[in-house]
Nanobody, 115 residues
């Protein structure tokens, strides 16, 4: 069973950057499709970015050209580099492993962007 632990969240001013990390346990990480979701207060959880086992990526329109998802299979870790942050990026960010049903979710890390 994969377990996920996110880190790297915090408080940043608009225009700043943060890098989120998601460390995964288990030997199946390299074959796992990994995603980052986020949920802002009072809003639905939304998909932010996805990376396949082969390294293909996909992004929500709202974060394209600002966020980058990448993975280091040797470290069993997926990252989300977030640049040019906006107040509307404020949310709890969750790492998700999607190879199995049900998906495995981390506990989340809070990102707060001040204006």
């Amino acid at each position: 069973q994969v377990q996920l632990v996110e880190s790297g969240g915090g408080l940043v001013q608009a225009g700043g950057s943060l890098r989120l990390s998601c460390a995964a346990s288990g030997s199946t990480f390299s074959s796992n499709v990994m995603s980052w979701y986020r949920q802002a207060p009072g809003k639905r959880r939304e998909l932010v970015a996805t990376i396949t086992s082969g390294g293909s990526t996909n992004y929500a329109d709202s974060v394209k050209d600002r966020f980058t998802i990448y993975r280091d299979n040797a470290k069993n870790t997926v990252y989300l580099q977030m640049n040019s942050l906006k107040p509307e990026d404020t949310a709890v960010y969750y790492c998700v492993a999607r190879a199995m049903v049900p998906w495995v979710w981390g506990r989340g890390t809070q990102v707060t962007v001040s204006s």
